[in-house]
């Protein structure tokens, strides 16, 4: 009989410390669960973007598209207010325009013409590079927008004494957008157009020193649209003649249908103004 009782007092022991066991691994369980589901999701991995970022990564000079060159001088003046620049205003406006291209890191020199693809594009610019005797080490681009391709070149020039590198950007028009060459532009969206040609005329001028850009405007008239662009042309005088800055415009008239430039009038709108 006493071993019976001890046998189950033996065994009802066991069993309470094995259901004690079993709770204590249930209420352990129970919190590393919880904690799981406390746990941020983890965030899903956008393919689109990832693409986004590395084409960004190769973009060396970016002139945004589609955000016209409104003005150049960091101010907006209507026609009229320019037409009515005193000799003051003038200079004024040219100084800012000259502090604009010593502080600015714009690395495109050139216009290079238009092409309908990539390949076309750096083959038609290391055409131009070595037809003036440079020899072109690489050519790619290195920006690609909906209108234009930016493309890098990695040129040299060898002459009896020396090997001169230069690395410079050039842009190259999109032929649906601008056939340089045919001067026709497509006329779907007059404000593309007025972004094209600002490009354009604002690479063509940068390095000049002797034409400062105000501002551009355009305006679609039935069968005839036009492009103006006001600028400063400087004429520098002899020995003991002083410079003088004029007030100028080109005008450019486009067939509205066909996209074609017919004609560019350049007109001096003041008097010189010294400087």
Do not use: H
Not at 209 to 232: L, P, V
């Amino acid at each position: 009989m006493k071993k019976n009782k001890t046998f189950k007092k033996v065994n009802l022991i066991f069993i309470l410390i094995f259901a004690i066991a079993i709770i204590l691994v249930l209420i352990e369980l129970n919190v590393v669960i919880k904690k799981k589901n406390e746990l941020p999701a983890k965030k899903s991995v956008n393919t689109k973007e990832l693409i986004n970022n590395s084409k960004d990564e190769k973009k060396i000079e970016k002139i945004n598209e589609g955000s016209s060159f409104e003005t150049f001088v960091d101010n907006v003046y209507t026609e009229e207010e320019i037409r009515d620049f005193s000799s003051e205003e003038m200079r004024r406006v040219r100084q800012i325009q000259i502090d604009k291209k010593n502080t600015s890191d714009l690395k495109i020199k050139k216009v290079c013409g238009s092409a309908s693809s990539e390949n076309e594009a750096t083959r038609k610019v290391t055409n131009l590079f070595e037809k003036s005797e440079q020899s072109v080490r690489s050519s790619k681009v290195v920006l690609e927008t909906e209108s234009y391709y930016i493309i890098n070149v990695e040129s040299e020039f060898i002459s009896e004494n020396n090997t001169i590198r230069n690395s410079e950007q050039v842009v190259v028009f999109k032929d649906f957008y601008y056939d340089v060459d045919k001067k026709v532009l497509n006329m779907d969206d007059i404000n593309k157009v007025k972004d094209i040609l600002d490009l354009k005329y604002y690479v063509e001028t940068y390095s000049n020193t002797g034409k400062n850009i105000i501002q551009s405007f355009i305006t679609k008239n039935g069968e005839t649209s036009e492009y103006t662009i006001y600028y400063f042309d400087v004429e520098y005088g002899t020995e003991g003649d002083s410079n003088k800055i004029y007030l100028t415009s080109d005008t450019l008239y486009i067939n509205s249908e066909t996209g074609l430039i017919e004609s560019i009038q350049t007109n001096k709108i003041s008097n010189g103004v010294s400087f």
